[in-house]
């Protein structure tokens, strides 16, 4: 996942050729994630947010909405059919499950036991 990242790091930093550079620039870039991961309080609520919204949003939505708009002179009925039920779907996914991971958000429902220390193995 970081590696278009890291990618795009080196070429306007110009660090590729040099590696001393481009090892720190990694290394900073997966400390900053840690501590992000690691002062967010719930970041896998924040995450399922995000993955609700976005994820509904780049693979149902806008694919069918663009083939929608680039085809839609050449578009069958059945296509259209296709597309607009797929848009329909994408869209009560969306609402649903943005819904539900905003209720996690504000209503501390984590529905995931944290471990415990004094759990054996």
Request: charged letters at 15%; one cysteine or more.
């Given at each position: 996942?970081?590696?278009?990242?890291?990618?795009l790091l080196?070429?306007?930093?110009?660090?590729?050729d040099?590696?001393?550079?481009?090892n720190v620039m990694?290394?900073?870039?997966?400390?900053?994630?840690?501590?992000i991961?690691?002062?967010?309080?719930n970041f896998s609520?924040l995450?399922?947010?995000?993955?609700?919204t976005?994820?509904?949003?780049?693979?149902?939505i806008?694919?069918a909405?663009?083939?929608?708009k680039?085809?839609k002179e050449?578009?069958?009925q059945?296509?259209k059919l296709?597309d607009?039920a797929?848009l329909?779907?994408?869209i009560?996914g969306?609402i649903?499950?943005?819904?539900?991971?905003?209720q996690r958000?504000?209503m501390?429902?984590t529905s995931?036991?944290?471990?415990?220390?004094t759990?054996g193995f």
């Amino acid at each position: 996942m970081m590696f278009p990242v890291v990618k795009l790091l080196d070429k306007k930093f110009r660090s590729a050729d040099n590696v001393h550079k481009s090892n720190v620039m990694r290394i900073s870039l997966v400390l900053t994630t840690y501590i992000i991961i690691a002062v967010v309080p719930n970041f896998s609520l924040l995450m399922a947010f995000v993955g609700a919204t976005c994820c509904t949003l780049l693979g149902f939505i806008l694919p069918a909405l663009f083939h929608l708009k680039i085809f839609k002179e050449t578009l069958t009925q059945r296509e259209k059919l296709w597309d607009m039920a797929i848009l329909v779907i994408g869209i009560i996914g969306g609402i649903i499950s943005t819904l539900d991971a905003l209720q996690r958000m504000f209503m501390g429902d984590t529905s995931v036991e944290e471990p415990s220390s004094t759990q054996g193995f």
